[in-house]
């Protein structure tokens, strides 16, 4: 008891050191705030000033001040996590963050009797904040001087003796847990002992409870997750791991430290691409915990084309079918021949000269087919077409005969070109013949089986068509429709807009500046809000979960990415797409000559070692010789086995659900096979929020304290990926499992499904 009482005590009195630290930090950000909220209305002041120059300058300072103000304003929870104790370094020399830049300890750092003192001492936080002489109170994550929080361990310590991770809300320090680098030291700081408390940071973290929301790993990220954080942006940096590896948490943590590195150079924003509106939903929030929003987009696969959005999903043999390359050649016949519909006229008739000029079926079809002979965008072709409209009908008139001065010659043709170009007989005809067609109104096209058939003949299979077709007819769109109205985009073009002229700024007429300038020039603010909205290309490009990109996907995504550097996250075995070698081969389209950088994470924080050793099972199906990450845990509970009847399985599953929810504190997640997600959804209703049915493929990138797996054989039989597809879902729990099994699962006598047996 008196031990305990006195660890108690060595704790509560380190809790209070930190607390006081904290406290120092929020006065200093409170006067950081009182001196933004001054920029702000100096700012305005300098409005009213009346000048050009002063409108351009308050506007910049406005924006400046503003988002300094908005980072300020937002207290998050664990501000502050971190702290290292070092040892003095080799040199003194500084960095623009207050700290010293020496990585390695002086050589005599550490006395001959392993005795040394600590030199330096960095907390680390969200953003970075100096004290009024410009020393560093808190260390942003992301500035090298942070680096050995992350990377150091006991193998390899640098200057680090103590890593402590600092864990509060709000204002208030909760707890510490310290990870110890240089055990064999005896380390001492201002004269007295360095503490340790607890049993180290990692597994704390790894025992909290799971939300609906993704938590920041800022506080816990480990050596080689840093490693591809920090990485050059350079080119193309690829990221293999298995589950549990923190992927996609390193994925957005490597969007806000390319901005704090070089936001100059991705002004032109990132681009985050998640494969599920879940995912989206689940990472969202972590982005402004990490001191950055604004300038990453988050965007599901879905949702990557503006005002469409996916909110279905096909069936996997018309999946295969949509995301496919061969869905390229059907769509740029299918471009070419939408132009042809009942209601295209069948003749051209006007009135130049007098007289009456025709242009028959079988002209018509000639002039169409000698336009459309090239690889030009459809919609870009009308000129053209309306061109050679124009010279049949001018032959026809036999005016080409009459003058055999070039220059009066010309001066006819004019005449006549202006004459017929803005009858309404002809216009009309243009528009009826050579409309401008849209993605929607093409793919719609498509869902006619008959036209669909001409245009894949040879490409497609009988069987294939009347699939495709029949899901061409639903008003609502799937993941794989989004991409194929992106490629008809390309193909079909967007002739050329006049620019609308800007509105008048009520601030200019307000001062009397309409005269001096009656069409005010964009301030940097707005022209970075207008990028923002017509943006189509970015500066980065991070793919999570690669490797369920179709190849129309792919393309998709290469286009928002041509002039990019890339992070391509992903894992082969956890692959939803039926043909990897063909995804393969169009992501390496997308990605182009650029050289790569390929990193691999090996470690699985995410489920106990009971858990992992039963996906283990299944990978060895799915992937013969592959190997599973390695789990850093065990929890003593094993995986439990529960075999439903035929016509129990809704109560069964329910059943589980509520014995899960008593068991952990955090959420439950069921994950069915696809066509019984609304099935699922009717058998949890009630339960509560911390309950989720969802779809094998919708659960990717997500975690649950349980989940229950419902029918391994169903998830499994979906699709020739479908091994693949289990191996994730029975990879989404860091605390329990359940299988529930049914007849087609064939479980032995303790409810172990076939699949999962030995």
């Given at each position: 008891?008196?031990?305990?009482?006195?660890?108690?005590?060595?704790?509560?009195?380190?809790?209070?050191?930190?607390?006081e630290h904290?406290?120092?930090?929020?006065?200093?950000l409170e006067e950081k705030i009182h001196e933004a909220e001054f920029l702000m209305n100096d700012a305005a002041q300098r409005g009213q000033v009346g000048t050009p120059g002063a409108l351009a300058e308050r506007d910049a300072q406005v924006f400046r001040a503003g988002i300094h103000l908005n980072r300020l304003n937002n207290e998050f929870e664990d501000f502050l996590f971190g702290r290292i104790d070092l040892l003095h370094g080799k040199d003194g020399k500084k960095g623009p963050d207050g700290a010293y830049t020496s990585v390695e300890p002086a050589e005599d750092a550490v006395r001959a009797d392993s005795t040394a003192e600590i030199g330096e001492t960095l907390h680390i936080g969200r953003i970075g904040v100096l004290d009024s002489d410009y020393a560093p109170l808190v260390i942003d994550w992301r500035a090298p001087a942070a680096a050995p929080f992350y990377r150091s361990t006991p193998v390899d310590p640098g200057r680090v003796v103590r890593r402590r991770v600092i864990r509060s809300k709000g204002r208030k320090v909760l707890g510490v847990e310290d990870d110890l680098m240089r055990p064999e030291l005896k380390a001492t700081l201002d004269g007295q002992d360095l503490p340790v408390i607890g049993d180290g940071a990692l597994m704390a973290a790894l025992g909290q409870a799971r939300s609906h929301t993704m938590r920041d790993i800022v506080a816990s990220i480990q050596a080689e997750q840093d490693l591809v954080i920090r990485a050059p942006a350079a080119s193309v940096t690829y990221v293999e791991g298995g589950p549990g590896t923190g992927k996609t948490a390193v994925a957005l943590h490597r969007a806000a430290y390319l901005l704090y590195q070089d936001r100059?150079?991705?002004?032109?924003?990132?681009?985050i691409v998640s494969p599920t509106p879940l995912l989206v939903s689940y990472t969202e929030g972590v982005l402004p915990s990490l001191g950055e929003e604004g300038q990453v987009a988050i965007r599901a696969v879905g949702s990557l084309v503006d005002g469409v959005e996916a909110t279905t999903y096909d069936d996997p043999a018309v999946a295969r079918v949509k995301g496919s390359s061969r869905m390229l050649k059907v769509l740029r016949?299918?471009?070419?021949?939408?132009?042809e519909n009942g209601d295209s006229p069948q003749r051209l008739r006007v009135v130049a000269f007098g007289r009456r000029l025709e242009l028959e079926a079988d002209e018509l079809q000639r002039i169409r087919h000698t336009v459309l002979g090239g690889t030009a965008p459809v919609n870009l072709l009308r000129p053209r077409a309306r061109r050679l409209l124009l010279d049949a009908l001018y032959t026809k008139s036999g005016a080409a005969t009459r003058h055999s001065d070039p220059e009066l010659a010309a001066e006819l043709r004019s005449s006549f070109d202006e004459d017929v170009s803005t009858e309404d007989s002809f216009l009309a005809f243009l528009d009826a013949w050579w409309p401008e067609l849209t993605p929607r109104q093409v793919l719609a096209a498509m869902g006619d089986e008959k036209r669909l058939g001409r245009w894949a003949r040879r490409v497609l299979n009988p069987g294939e068509v009347r699939r495709l077709a029949r899901s061409l007819r639903r008003t609502a769109y799937s993941v794989?429709?989004?991409?194929?109205l992106d490629e008809l985009q390309t193909l079909l073009g967007t002739p050329a807009r006049p620019r609308k002229k800007r509105e008048l700024d009520p601030l200019d007429q307000l001062t009397g500046l309409e005269e001096l300038m009656p069409v005010r020039e964009e301030t940097q603010r707005e022209r970075a809000e207008r990028l923002a909205q017509e943006r189509t290309e970015y500066a980065h490009v991070i793919v999570d979960e690669a490797q369920d990109l179709t190849p129309m996907q792919w393309r998709m995504v290469g286009r928002r990415g041509r002039h990019a550097t890339w992070t391509v996250v992903?894992?082969?075995?956890q692959s939803s797409w039926s043909t990897p070698d063909e995804a393969a081969e169009a992501r390496d389209e997308a990605l182009g000559t650029r050289p790569r950088r390929r990193f691999e994470l090996t470690v699985n924080y995410r489920n106990p070692a009971e858990i992992a050793e039963l996906a283990a099972k299944v990978l060895t199906l799915a992937m013969p010789g592959k190997e599973s990450p390695r789990a850093v845990r065990s929890t003593g509970v094993e995986p439990r086995f529960?075999?439903?009847?035929?016509?129990?399985?809704?109560?069964?599953?329910?059943?589980?659900?509520?014995?899960?929810?008593?068991r952990v504190d955090g959420t439950v997640g069921v994950v069915v096979a696809m066509n019984r997600r609304e099935e699922a959804a009717r058998w949890l209703a009630g339960l509560g929020e911390r309950v989720v049915a969802l779809g094998s493929l919708e659960a990717k990138g997500l975690e649950y304290d349980a989940t229950v797996v419902v029918s391994p054989a169903e998830i499994a039989d979906e699709s020739p990926a479908g091994l693949r597809v289990l191996y994730v879902a029975l990879t989404r729990a860091t605390q329990q499992l359940t299988v529930v099994s049914g007849p087609r699962d064939e479980p032995d006598a303790d409810g172990v499904p076939d699949l999962l047996r030995d």
């Amino acid at each position: 008891m008196a031990a305990q009482e006195a660890v108690d005590s060595v704790r509560d009195r380190e809790i209070g050191v930190e607390q006081e630290h904290l406290d120092r930090v929020y006065r200093r950000l409170e006067e950081k705030i009182h001196e933004a909220e001054f920029l702000m209305n100096d700012a305005a002041q300098r409005g009213q000033v009346g000048t050009p120059g002063a409108l351009a300058e308050r506007d910049a300072q406005v924006f400046r001040a503003g988002i300094h103000l908005n980072r300020l304003n937002n207290e998050f929870e664990d501000f502050l996590f971190g702290r290292i104790d070092l040892l003095h370094g080799k040199d003194g020399k500084k960095g623009p963050d207050g700290a010293y830049t020496s990585v390695e300890p002086a050589e005599d750092a550490v006395r001959a009797d392993s005795t040394a003192e600590i030199g330096e001492t960095l907390h680390i936080g969200r953003i970075g904040v100096l004290d009024s002489d410009y020393a560093p109170l808190v260390i942003d994550w992301r500035a090298p001087a942070a680096a050995p929080f992350y990377r150091s361990t006991p193998v390899d310590p640098g200057r680090v003796v103590r890593r402590r991770v600092i864990r509060s809300k709000g204002r208030k320090v909760l707890g510490v847990e310290d990870d110890l680098m240089r055990p064999e030291l005896k380390a001492t700081l201002d004269g007295q002992d360095l503490p340790v408390i607890g049993d180290g940071a990692l597994m704390a973290a790894l025992g909290q409870a799971r939300s609906h929301t993704m938590r920041d790993i800022v506080a816990s990220i480990q050596a080689e997750q840093d490693l591809v954080i920090r990485a050059p942006a350079a080119s193309v940096t690829y990221v293999e791991g298995g589950p549990g590896t923190g992927k996609t948490a390193v994925a957005l943590h490597r969007a806000a430290y390319l901005l704090y590195q070089d936001r100059r150079r991705y002004a032109g924003g990132i681009l985050i691409v998640s494969p599920t509106p879940l995912l989206v939903s689940y990472t969202e929030g972590v982005l402004p915990s990490l001191g950055e929003e604004g300038q990453v987009a988050i965007r599901a696969v879905g949702s990557l084309v503006d005002g469409v959005e996916a909110t279905t999903y096909d069936d996997p043999a018309v999946a295969r079918v949509k995301g496919s390359s061969r869905m390229l050649k059907v769509l740029r016949k299918a471009t070419r021949g939408a132009l042809e519909n009942g209601d295209s006229p069948q003749r051209l008739r006007v009135v130049a000269f007098g007289r009456r000029l025709e242009l028959e079926a079988d002209e018509l079809q000639r002039i169409r087919h000698t336009v459309l002979g090239g690889t030009a965008p459809v919609n870009l072709l009308r000129p053209r077409a309306r061109r050679l409209l124009l010279d049949a009908l001018y032959t026809k008139s036999g005016a080409a005969t009459r003058h055999s001065d070039p220059e009066l010659a010309a001066e006819l043709r004019s005449s006549f070109d202006e004459d017929v170009s803005t009858e309404d007989s002809f216009l009309a005809f243009l528009d009826a013949w050579w409309p401008e067609l849209t993605p929607r109104q093409v793919l719609a096209a498509m869902g006619d089986e008959k036209r669909l058939g001409r245009w894949a003949r040879r490409v497609l299979n009988p069987g294939e068509v009347r699939r495709l077709a029949r899901s061409l007819r639903r008003t609502a769109y799937s993941v794989h429709d989004v991409a194929l109205l992106d490629e008809l985009q390309t193909l079909l073009g967007t002739p050329a807009r006049p620019r609308k002229k800007r509105e008048l700024d009520p601030l200019d007429q307000l001062t009397g500046l309409e005269e001096l300038m009656p069409v005010r020039e964009e301030t940097q603010r707005e022209r970075a809000e207008r990028l923002a909205q017509e943006r189509t290309e970015y500066a980065h490009v991070i793919v999570d979960e690669a490797q369920d990109l179709t190849p129309m996907q792919w393309r998709m995504v290469g286009r928002r990415g041509r002039h990019a550097t890339w992070t391509v996250v992903g894992d082969p075995a956890q692959s939803s797409w039926s043909t990897p070698d063909e995804a393969a081969e169009a992501r390496d389209e997308a990605l182009g000559t650029r050289p790569r950088r390929r990193f691999e994470l090996t470690v699985n924080y995410r489920n106990p070692a009971e858990i992992a050793e039963l996906a283990a099972k299944v990978l060895t199906l799915a992937m013969p010789g592959k190997e599973s990450p390695r789990a850093v845990r065990s929890t003593g509970v094993e995986p439990r086995f529960v075999t439903a009847g035929a016509q129990a399985t809704a109560g069964t599953v329910r059943e589980e659900a509520e014995r899960l929810l008593a068991r952990v504190d955090g959420t439950v997640g069921v994950v069915v096979a696809m066509n019984r997600r609304e099935e699922a959804a009717r058998w949890l209703a009630g339960l509560g929020e911390r309950v989720v049915a969802l779809g094998s493929l919708e659960a990717k990138g997500l975690e649950y304290d349980a989940t229950v797996v419902v029918s391994p054989a169903e998830i499994a039989d979906e699709s020739p990926a479908g091994l693949r597809v289990l191996y994730v879902a029975l990879t989404r729990a860091t605390q329990q499992l359940t299988v529930v099994s049914g007849p087609r699962d064939e479980p032995d006598a303790d409810g172990v499904p076939d699949l999962l047996r030995d």
